[in-house]
């Protein structure tokens, strides 16, 4: 390989190529100057232009006899060359280039590139977007519904004692999703009600109805929003857990090891995580709602001038054992929603880093989006049955 002068890149001859056509439709290619990597090198592309409007063009050949340093930069602009002089079937001649210049190119082409390794810089338009999305939603459908339905064998299978997973595995995630996550929830918990709160006491004190932020702040706590709060709080943090966790098994190779010994990753490691959602997310809403209730209170008593027996047994009379029920069926509901998002997204993770990465985003995100559905639904049936 030649080596580049001491002097600064900007003294040296600027790179230039040119281009003669011999006989048979042979092109010689002929570079002079200095070719480094932080020099403005000629484009590829236009070469490749000028190689296209040559009629009948058979072969390619390199001249670099007036080179006076080259780099990376140089073979970059060969390969390019190359490549297309393949793809069209124009032969190569690779004997007039520098022998350190050959040795890296023979060293890129010794590994062909794998097949849609190189980025596309084609944009989808919009509405071509929106229908490969819902294509693709449509298409993994199937996946989704037989994946919930082999979680639900699972589940009968623990039923019947006969699941295969470690006890002590589903206590350690019991304690990751419930004891590890209380001083999230309860920060969250306490703000929220405290919002609520002040902005009810900011409109009911117009009417002298002080008292009955304690029935605002109750109601939407027990009913919706403790169990809100919680399946979002645990979507971002036990949900995402649960699609890494499970998505660099996946790149290891250590679920398809499972399988190999005969045992079911649907039993040993999907089963125990959906057990701990479904049990802690219930007690850990009732914690919410209590601690979303303080927060309440404290706006009550100090900016309302409610008195603490005033505000609870506001709070008691108002909540009542079907609103609690209410709350408890939302949060079991979510709590399922969680597990199997979380879940799927890790078993459907790809062999790269990167598809962890993707696959904890699109966990959350699916996570999200159906607790909030389900909230909807929930409540609109509710009311229909006067719950």
Same mark, same amino acid.
């Given at each position: 390989m030649r080596e580049v002068p001491e002097s600064k890149p900007q003294? !040296?001859?600027?790179?230039?190529?040119?281009?003669?056509?011999?006989?048979?439709?042979?092109?010689?290619?002929?570079?002079?100057?200095?070719?480094?990597? +932080?020099a403005p090198l000629p484009l590829t592309e236009d070469m490749q232009q000028r190689l296209a409007d040559i009629a009948g063009l058979q072969a390619v050949a390199f001249d670099s006899g007036a080179l006076t340093a080259w780099d990376s930069g140089l073979v970059?602009?060969? @390969?390019?060359?190359?490549?297309?002089?393949?793809?069209?079937?124009?032969?190569?001649?690779?004997?007039?280039?520098?022998?350190?210049?050959?040795?890296?190119?023979?060293?890129? *082409?010794?590994?062909?590139?794998?097949?849609?390794?190189?980025?596309?810089?084609?944009?989808?338009? *919009?509405?071509?977007?929106?229908?490969?999305?819902?294509?693709? !939603?449509?298409?993994?459908t199937g996946e989704i519904m037989g994946f919930i339905g082999e979680s639900v064998l699972a589940l009968r299978q623990l039923l019947a004692r006969k699941a295969r997973f470690?006890?002590? +595995?589903?206590?350690?995630?019991?304690?990751?999703?419930?004891? +590890? @996550?209380?001083?999230?929830?309860?920060?969250?918990? *306490?703000?929220?009600g405290l919002i609520l709160a002040y902005i009810a006491q900011q409109q009911l004190a117009q009417f002298g109805a002080s008292i009955y932020v304690a029935n605002l702040v109750g109601l939407a706590m027990v009913i919706q929003m403790g169990a809100l709060i919680t399946a979002i709080v645990?979507?971002?943090?036990t949900g995402a857990a649960f699609a890494a966790q499970l998505g660099t098994m996946q790149v290891n190779e250590e679920i398809d090891a499972l399988r190999t010994l005969g045992i079911s990753p649907m039993e040993f490691l999907v089963l125990p995580r959906m057990v701990a959602l479904m049990l802690m997310t219930p007690l850990l809403a009732i914690y919410a709602n209590l601690m979303g209730i303080l927060g309440g209170a404290l706006v009550a008593m100090t900016?309302?001038?409610?008195?603490?027996?005033?505000y609870f047994g506001q709070i008691q009379d108002a909540v009542g054992l079907n609103h609690v029920t209410q709350g408890l069926i939302n949060a079991t509901a979510?709590?399922?929603?969680?597990?199997?998002?979380g879940c799927l997204r890790?078993?459907?993770?790809?062999?790269? /880093?990167?598809?962890?990465?993707? @696959?904890?985003?699109?966990?959350?995100?699916? /996570?999200?989006?159906?607790?909030?559905?389900?909230? @909807?639904?929930?409540?609109?049936? *509710?009311n229909a049955v006067g719950f």
């Open positions: 003294e !040296l001859d600027p790179p230039q190529v040119d281009l003669s056509v011999g006989t048979n439709a042979e092109v010689t290619l002929q570079f002079s100057g200095g070719w480094c990597i +932080d970059a602009y060969l @390969a390019g060359i190359i490549r297309w002089c393949t793809e069209r079937g124009v032969r190569v001649e690779r004997a007039g280039l520098p022998e350190g210049a050959r040795a890296l190119l023979k060293l890129a *082409f010794a590994v062909p590139e794998r097949s849609g390794a190189r980025r596309e810089e084609k944009r989808e338009r *919009f509405l071509e977007r929106i229908g490969n999305e819902s294509i693709d !939603l449509v298409e993994s470690r006890p002590a +595995d589903m206590w350690l995630i019991i304690q990751e999703v419930g004891a +590890d @996550a209380l001083p999230i929830v309860s920060l969250v918990s *306490f703000l929220v645990l979507a971002g943090r900016a309302g001038g409610l008195t603490s027996t005033e979510y709590g399922v929603i969680i597990a199997v998002s890790g078993m459907q993770c790809g062999r790269s /880093a990167a598809s962890v990465g993707l @696959a904890t985003t699109s966990a959350v995100v699916t /996570a999200i989006v159906f607790i909030v559905i389900a909230a @909807a639904v929930l409540t609109v049936l *509710f």
